[in-house]
């Protein structure tokens, strides 16, 4: 199991940016890929962005690519979400995710959640 605490959610203006952050705490942490979602009101969670211990990154549409930038500290075992250029349907409870995968190759899965972080932009 790997236990997972966000930080750097708060209220910005549209326009701004705030960077999460993620520490990761548990065993063989390099077995796991970390992510981020978000879940607005009334909406489903959305995958945001992943990245493998190797520094290999996914983010799950363009438009999140062009404004969002993923990255992991190894030595801290942490991971961040830039986030810039923010705008009011950016608002979201934002939460950090651990993924699995039964073989290399084959979709990850997100297994272990943190307990979020709120952000909110206003217009």
């Known amino acids: 199991q790997v236990h997972l605490v966000e930080s750097g959610g708060g209220s910005v203006q549209a326009g701004g940016s705030l960077r999460l952050a993620c520490v990761a705490s548990?065993?063989?942490?390099?077995?796991?890929?970390l992510g981020w979602f978000r879940q607005a009101p009334g909406k489903e969670r959305e995958l945001l962005a992943r990245?493998?211990?190797?520094?290999?990154?996914?983010y799950s549409t363009q438009p999140i690519k062009d404004r969002f930038t993923i990255s992991l500290d190894a030595a801290k075992t942490t991971v961040y979400l830039q986030m810039n250029n923010l705008k009011p349907e950016d608002t979201a409870v934002y939460y950090c995710?651990?993924?699995?995968?039964?073989?290399?190759?084959?979709?990850?899965?997100?297994?272990?959640w943190g307990q979020g972080t709120q952000v909110s932009v206003s217009s």
């Open positions: 990245i493998t211990w190797g520094g290999t990154s996914f």
């Open positions: 995710a651990s993924f699995t995968r039964a073989l290399v190759g084959t979709k990850w899965n997100a297994r272990d």
């Open positions: 548990g065993r063989s942490l390099s077995n796991y890929a």
